[in-house]
Nanobody
């Protein structure tokens, strides 16, 4: 069982940065692929970034590539999302997810979400 808790969201201006954190209480955190997704009002949940269990491989949506960085600290059982050069269209609730193989919107484990609002 994996429990995930996100933090770090907030209200910022366009061009600012935020770092989201997702802490896990599971004992096997390092065995899971971790990912970040987001959902804006009236839109479907979409993939943002993912990281392999070792941290060696990362994947990004085209919309955030070059601005966002995903990382993980297996000793702390935490995954991070560093978001730079934020844009109003990044406004959404951000969720972290865990999966044994590939994180998708169908993954079993999710956090409760953290709101990110970017004003223009």
């Amino acid at each position: 069982q994996v429990q995930l808790v996100e933090s770090g969201g907030g209200l910022v201006q366009a061009g600012d940065s935020l770092r989201l954190s997702c802490a896990s209480s599971g004992r096997t955190f390092s065995s899971y692929v971790m990912g970040w997704f987001r959902q804006a009002p009236g839109k479907e949940r979409e993939f943002v970034a993912a990281i392999s269990w070792s941290g060696d491989n990362t994947y990004y949506a085209d919309s955030v590539k070059g601005r966002f960085t995903i990382s993980r600290d297996n000793a702390k059982k935490t995954v991070y999302l560093q978001m730079n050069s934020l844009k109003p269209e990044d406004t959404a609730v951000y969720y972290c997810a865990a999966d044994r193989r590939v994180v998708t919107t169908m993954s079993d484990y999710w956090g409760q979400g953290t709101q990110v609002t970017v004003s223009s």
